[in-house]
T-cell receptor, first 119, second 113 residues
C-alpha cells in the first residue's frame, strides 16, 4: 500500500526567507503523480503544485518549487520569499489510480506540516 | 462560477441520528469524491464516483452511503451516527485527467455527541 510521510509537524519561517517542507512516500508503482496542497485557516484545500513521476524536471509555480528525487522517493516543497499569506497546513499527496483505471486517481495524503510565517 | 458547494458548513448530531451531507458542483466534472479529515491527520477517501450511477468504496466507507443520480450532485449519507464519525468532511470533484487536479469544497465540520 502507498504511504506518504511528512516528518515535520510544524515549521516556522521569517517573512521573505526560504523554507523547505519534506515529504517521502512509498510505492511499488513506476508511474504516478505527486501533489502539494495548502490548507489555510479557512479550511479550503488549494492545489499548490503537481509533479508527474515520469518527468525528470522539477515542477515550479512562481515562488513554489519541488525537489523530486524518484529513486529516493522524496518530494520536498520549497517556498521562496515567504509571505504572511503562506501561513497554512501543507499536505503532500500521492495519486493512486482508481479501480476504474483511466488517468484519474485517489489522493493519499500525509499528515501535514503546519507552516507559520512570522513578520 | 460556484465550483464545489457543500452544505451544511457545521452540524452537531446526537448518537444514532442520521443526516445527509450535500455536495454540488457546476463544472460538469465526471469524478466526485468524499473525504474525511480527522484532527492532525490528512484526508482519507470515503467514497468516490466516476459518473452518474457509478460509485465505489474508498479507504474508510463503513457507516456511510452515497448515491450519484446526476452529474452535479453527490450526497453522503450517515446512518446511525457514532462519535467516531466526528470529523471534517470534504467533497471534491475532478475533470477526469490528472493534469486538472481536484477542486475541493470548503468542508463540513460534523460533531457527534
Amino acid at each position: 500500500a502507498q504511504t506518504v510521510t511528512q516528518s515535520q509537524p510544524e515549521m516556522s519561517v521569517q517573512e521573505a526567507e526560504t523554507v523547505t517542507l519534506s515529504c517521502t512516500y512509498d510505492t511499488s508503482e513506476s508511474n504516478y503523480y505527486l501533489f502539494w496542497y495548502k490548507q489555510p485557516p479557512s479550511r479550503q484545500m488549494i492545489l499548490v503544485i503537481r509533479q508527474e513521476a515520469y518527468k525528470q524536471q522539477n515542477a515550479t509555480e512562481n515562488r513554489f518549487s519541488v525537489n523530486f528525487q524518484k529513486a529516493a522517493k522524496s518530494f520536498s516543497l520549497k517556498i521562496s520569499d515567504s509571505q504572511l499569506g503562506d501561513t497554512a497546513m501543507y499536505f503532500c499527496a500521492f495519486m493512486k489510480l482508481l479501480n476504474y483505471g483511466g488517468s484519474q486517481g485517489n489522493l493519499i495524503f500525509g499528515k501535514g506540516t503546519k507552516l507559520s510565517v512570522k513578520p | 462560477n460556484a465550483g464545489v458547494t457543500q452544505t451544511p458548513k457545521f452540524r452537531i448530531l446526537k448518537i444514532g441520528q442520521s443526516m445527509t451531507l450535500q455536495c454540488t458542483q457546476d463544472m460538469n466534472h465526471n469524478y466526485m469524491y468524499w473525504y474525511r479529515q480527522d484532527p492532525g491527520m490528512g484526508l482519507k477517501l470515503i467514497y468516490y464516483s466516476v459518473g452518474a450511477g457509478i460509485t465505489d468504496k474508498g479507504e474508510v466507507p463503513n457507516g456511510y452511503n452515497v448515491s450519484r443520480s446526476t452529474t452535479e450532485d453527490f450526497p453522503l449519507r450517515l446512518e446511525l451516527a457514532a462519535p467516531s464519525q466526528t470529523s471534517v468532511y470534504f467533497c471534491a470533484s475532478s475533470y477526469g485527467t490528472v493534469n486538472y487536479g481536484y477542486t475541493f469544497g470548503s468542508g463540513t465540520r460534523l460533531t457527534v455527541v
